[in-house]
Every structure is written in C-alpha cells, then in structure tokens.
C-alpha cells in the first residue's frame, strides 16, 4: 500500500491550498480515508475524514468552514482543499486510510499512512 500526498507549500495567510492523497495497492473504494496535521514540536491531530463512499465528511472544529475533504474513487485520491488559510494551519499533513465503511476520526483507526507534505502559512 502507498499513499502520496502532494500539494504543499509556503503561502501567505488568507491563501489556498489543495492537497492531494493518490493511493495505490489497495482496494480504495472499501477504505475511509481521513487527513491529520502534525505542526512544529506538537502531537499529529485529526483534521478531517470521509467514509468509504466519500460521505459523511467530519472536520476538527479549528477547520470546520474554511477545508473541505473529498474522495474521487474512480482516480483513487482523497483531496483536502483548504481555504483562508492561518498561521495556525502550519504543519505537516498527512494522509491515512481504514478499512472501513464509516468514517473514522481517531489517529489509532488508521492502517496505513503517507509521508506528509509541509504547508507552511506566514502571516
């Protein structure tokens, strides 16, 4: 299994972004996906995640409004489109995929994990 993750970046507060996940060596329409952060010197933290379908998109509160996860099972990539972006938002992203028909937001969930990408946002 391997999740790639592309589209980070150095941007101005106020920017967007958009992250891709491109998955392969997995059966990628039975398998929720979710997207987590891990910014400088602190834990890696969830920041949204879809079921197996693409629905029922859930968010961490600091990013409800302004991201907006998706999943295109026909190209096997999960996106993570960010918007308004913060200083705050800084950190390396991380995709990660689960087995599973629901959507799953807890880290220990998760099978299987990309490399991260940085997004670095200057005020």
């Known amino acids: 299994v391997q999740l790639v993750e592309s589209g980070g970046g150095s941007v101005q507060a106020g920017a967007s972004l958009k992250l891709s996940c491109a998955a392969s060596?997995?059966?990628?329409?039975?398998?929720?996906m979710g997207w987590f952060r891990q910014p400088p010197g602190k834990e890696r933290e969830f920041v949204a995640a879809?079921?197996?379908?693409?629905?029922?998109?859930t968010y961490a509160d600091s990013v409800e409004g302004r991201f907006t996860i998706s999943k295109d099972n026909a190209r096997n990539t999960v996106y993570l489109q960010m918007n308004s972006l913060r200083p705050e938002d800084t950190a390396v992203y991380y995709c990660?995929?689960?087995?599973?028909?629901?959507?799953?937001?807890?880290?220990?969930?998760?099978?299987?994990w990309g490399q991260g990408t940085q997004v670095t946002i200057s005020s």
């Open positions: 879809v079921n197996w379908s693409g629905g029922s998109p």
């Open positions: 990660a995929a689960v087995r599973s028909y629901t959507v799953v937001r807890g880290r220990a969930g998760y099978d299987f």
């Open positions: 060596g997995l059966a990628f329409r039975t398998y929720a």
